[in-house]
């Protein structure tokens, strides 16, 4: 057990995320596997307007915003063609405003994304979620 500050943790590199990412933002790794085998805890900024892809995870998320103002958005994958699984459209189902002291929990398997609300506007949040064998699946 360790205690740690967010203000200690170095950055990720932003080239193992930036295929996640809109833009431009900082992630730190708060919970390595060596802290927690069953807890993974992002510290994320984004700036000047930036989100993350669509993806889903296989474990609920706890999103804790701690500066500015940001935004969930929840959608679905529309299938246009059955004969080519390639043809789809993503259609927003429901979009979550948030700002400094908001939780939301987004469930597993649920596509989504997240990050600032307006452009050249920036927002940090908490990410928490369980660790998986499944890797995150970004669209």
């Known amino acids: 057990m360790q205690k740690k500050s967010f203000e200690s943790i170095e950055p990720e590199p932003t080239e193992k995320y930036k295929d996640k990412f809109t833009g431009d ?43 500015g103002k940001g935004i969930v958005v929840f959608a679905k994958r529309i299938m246009i063609d059955p004969d080519d699984i390639t043809k789809t459209e993503i259609e927003i189902e429901k979009s979550v405003m948030i700002e400094k002291g908001d939780v939301i929990c987004i469930p597993f398997f649920i596509l989504h994304w997240h990050g600032c609300r307006n452009e050249n506007e920036d927002f940090t949040h908490i990410a928490i979620r369980k660790r998986t064998q499944l890797d995150n699946i970004w669209f």
Do not use: W
């Open 25 to 67: 933002f900082i992630i730190k790794n708060v919970f390595e596997k060596n802290d927690s085998n069953e807890q993974e805890m992002y510290h994320v900024t984004f700036r000047n307007g930036c989100k993350t892809r669509p993806h889903i995870h296989a474990s609920d998320q706890v999103l804790i915003a701690t500066e």
